[in-house]
C-alpha cells in the first residue's frame, strides 16, 4: 500500500524560534496556509525541546495555536514518552488513560482528526 502525504512545514521548527523579525510571519504562515489548509487527517506534535530550539526571546504563538487547534479538531490517538536513553514506552494506539502515563520532558503526541 501506498500512502501519499503531502508536503508540510517548508520552515523547520528551529527557524520559527529565531528571534528575527518574520518569526511570527512565518508560525501564522505555517498554521493557517501549511497545516489548516491541509486538513490532515493525523498531527504529530514533538515535545522535545532541542527539535524546536526555542530561544528566550522566540515568538510563541505556535504552541498556543497547536494547543487550541488540537483540543477543537483532533482527538489524542498515541503517545511516544521518551524516558531515557535506554528507554522509551509507545502507546500507539493510545489505549491507556494518559493521564495515568507519568510524562517525562521528551514526548510525542499522535493526533487524529475527529469525524
Do not use: C, H
Amino acid at each position: 500500500m501506498r500512502i501519499s502525504i503531502p508536503p508540510l512545514a517548508t520552515f523547520a521548527p528551529y527557524e520559527l524560534m529565531e528571534p528575527q523579525r518574520f518569526a511570527g510571519r512565518m508560525q501564522r504562515e505555517m498554521m493557517r496556509e501549511e497545516v489548516e489548509a491541509a486538513r490532515p487527517k493525523y498531527l504529530v506534535v514533538v515535545a522535545v525541546a532541542t527539535s524546536w530550539l526555542r530561544w528566550p526571546n522566540s515568538e510563541t504563538e505556535i504552541f498556543a495555536w497547536i494547543d487550541r487547534y488540537t483540543a477543537e479538531k483532533f482527538r489524542l490517538d498515541g503517545l511516544v514518552n521518551i524516558v531515557s536513553r535506554e528507554r522509551t514506552d509507545y502507546y500507539l494506539p493510545l489505549s491507556v488513560d494518559p493521564r495515568s502515563i507519568q510524562l517525562s520532558p521528551f514526548y510525542v503526541l499522535v493526533f487524529e482528526r475527529k469525524t
